[in-house]
């Protein structure tokens, strides 16, 4: 039998074996096949001696490991996890209320025994936790410790929760804020991601930039209607749609390039032309 350490050969797939029915009412045992040829189990609600001999049977498959069929528990899942794809196209979404602090992870594609593998390969062997079942929307789940587990039209999910104590983070169970989970509108469920997941330098220019804009648009509708007395309602109404259109999109990228450009055009109109033309201008008069 092989067994791998932390910070040994990375794990090239894993197959995780329970009571199929309900896998989370008996053991839970992990094979990881290790780079190299070696594997590394893990388990959960069983003792390391429990692990220790159900994983003595452990039988090579080709180039993995895996537990012989004539067990009680059964194949469950088998994949290879690919730890990056959460980064390139999953999401995570970080709340703050006063000292409390909650974190959701999405992974598309991906099972709940991925996150389950995650947090159990790195528990060490004399302490398998135990693994109970839970309700989160509507979806059967796991709680492992303090982190809730589910999966829900092709996103496995993740939730932990934490408290903030003289700058710095503890973990708290995250049961207890479940129920504070709703299911929203799509729409505004892409905006919120999207929010989440721009950096807070690049959306703090971007929104000075789009209240600057804002600022100079109206100020050039007030020089047009004053410039231009005859057209006052039409620059005056020009001035209040600009600013309703700041205010419903802001802040907006393609709109704050518009408004730039429309308080360049509305200087212009207004009279107040670039100073190479007026040197010109002066030199044909001389």
């Known amino acids: 039998m092989e067994f791998s350490t932390d910070g040994a050969p990375a794990v090239v797939s894993t197959r995780v074996y329970a009571r199929s029915d309900n896998p989370s009412s008996g053991p839970i045992v992990g094979i990881d096949t290790l780079e190299g040829g070696g594997f590394s189990p893990w388990g959960a609600n069983l003792s390391s001696a429990q692990l220790q001999s159900i994983t003595d049977s452990v039988i090579r498959d080709g180039d993995a490991w895996q537990l012989p069929g004539n067990r009680r528990l059964e194949e469950v899942a088998a994949f290879s996890d690919e730890s990056m794809r959460l980064v390139t196209d999953g999401w995570q979404l970080n709340f703050v209320d006063g000292s409390a602090t909650a974190t959701l992870q999405a992974e598309p594609d991906a099972s709940v025994w991925v996150w389950v593998s995650r947090v159990l390969r790195h528990q060490s062997i004399d302490e398998q936790p135990d693994i109970s079942p839970i309700e989160v929307l509507g979806n059967d789940g796991l709680l492992i410790g303090d982190e809730a587990f589910w999966e829900a ?121 670039w100073s190479r033309s007026g040197s010109s201008r002066q030199s044909e008069t001389k």
């Open 153 to 273: 039209e092709g996103f496995a999910y993740r939730l932990v929760a934490g408290e903030l104590n003289d700058n710095t983070e503890y973990s708290r169970p995250a049961e207890p804020i479940i129920d504070d989970l709703e299911i929203v509108d799509r729409a505004e469920w892409n905006a919120a991601v999207d929010r989440a997941s721009s950096t807070p330098g690049w959306t703090s220019f971007l929104f000075a930039t789009s209240l600057a804009a804002v600022a100079a648009w109206l100020i050039a509708s007030a020089l047009l209607v004053i410039r231009q007395p005859g057209r006052r309602l039409l620059f005056a109404g020009l001035g209040l749609i600009g600013f309703v259109l700041w205010w419903a999109t802001a802040p907006a990228f393609v709109v704050t390039l518009v408004m730039l450009a429309g308080v360049v055009l509305g200087l212009r109109i207004a009279g107040f032309g």
